[in-house]
T-cell receptor
Framework: AQSVTQLDSHVSVSEGTPVLLRCNYS??????LFWYVQHPNKGLQLLLK??????LVKGINGFEAEFKKSETSFHLTKPSAHMSDAAEYFC?????????????FGSGTRLSIRP | GAVVSQHPSWVICKSGTSVKIECRSL??????MFWYRQFPKQSLMLMAT?????????EQGVEKDKFLINHASLTLSTLTVTSAHPEDSSFYIC???????????????FGPGTRLTVL
């Protein structure tokens, strides 16, 4: 069975400090993993994706994530938080479904940035 | 990148009426589309998988007679919320992957969502 667990429902950091949003996955297949961001009342925006190439993935807005198979983790990091990073973040695993792919969302982590 | 649109972006309706939401892939063909529901401060929950040319597949606990899905063409899927009630008020989002071999690497492209409010 496939699943994804976001370990923190809410993370609060000060502006300019590092961000760490944690994600662990479970998959019977070689997974494709994604991080999406959702700002209030907005749609989902892809931050980055891992698809069995480099284990360290760089995304938009300075975010990056490292795929660690031994730890079944795909944590999202950013060296220095900006106020505009305040949003909901979702870790997603993609699994094969017929000829397409079906995705499973984590429960989300709300990131707050303190001035 | 691939673009998915939804229409309308928001809708307010009276209890008991039906509401249709459209999901379109604008620059690619999507034989499969997915419909999600998101309640405030919660994650997206997959409701159903829309299949072009065949019946939709519903997730456990989702009433297929309540949420009618029609995948009319390779670029359009519709979700109709029938006899809507206040508890159906939610943010409805669709997504579509690129076709197999289309280089999408299993990435889903999401529509901007439709906010439904049932009075």
């Amino acid at each position: 069975a496939q699943s994804v667990t976001q370990l923190d429902s809410h993370v609060s950091v000060s502006e300019g400090t590092p961000v760490l949003l944690r994600c662990n996955y479970s998959s019977s297949y070689s997974p494709s993993l994604f991080w999406y961001v959702q700002h209030p009342n907005k749609g989902l925006q892809l931050l980055l994706k891992y698809t069995s190439a480099a284990t360290l993935v760089k995304g938009i807005n300075g975010f990056e994530a490292e795929f660690k198979k031994s730890e079944t983790s795909f944590h999202l990091t950013k060296p220095s938080a900006h106020m505009s990073d305040a949003a909901e973040y979702f870790c997603v695993v993609s699994v094969p479904y017929s000829s397409a792919s079906k995705i499973i969302f984590g429960s989300g982590t709300r990131l707050s940035i303190r001035p | 990148g691939a673009v998915v649109s939804q229409h309308p972006s928001w809708v307010i309706c009276k209890s008991g009426t039906s509401v249709k939401i459209e999901c379109r892939s604008l620059d690619f063909q999507a034989t499969t589309m997915f419909w999600y529901r998101q309640f405030p401060k919660q994650s997206l929950m997959l409701m159903a998988t829309s299949n072009e040319g065949s019946k939709a597949t519903y997730e456990q606990g989702v009433e297929k007679d309540k949420f009618l899905i029609n995948h009319a063409s390779l670029t359009l899927s519709t979700l109709t919320v029938t006899s809507a009630h206040p508890e159906d008020s939610s943010f409805y989002i669709c997504s579509a992957p690129l076709p197999a071999g289309g280089g999408g690497n299993n990435e889903q492209f999401f529509g901007p969502g439709t906010r439904l409010t049932v009075l």
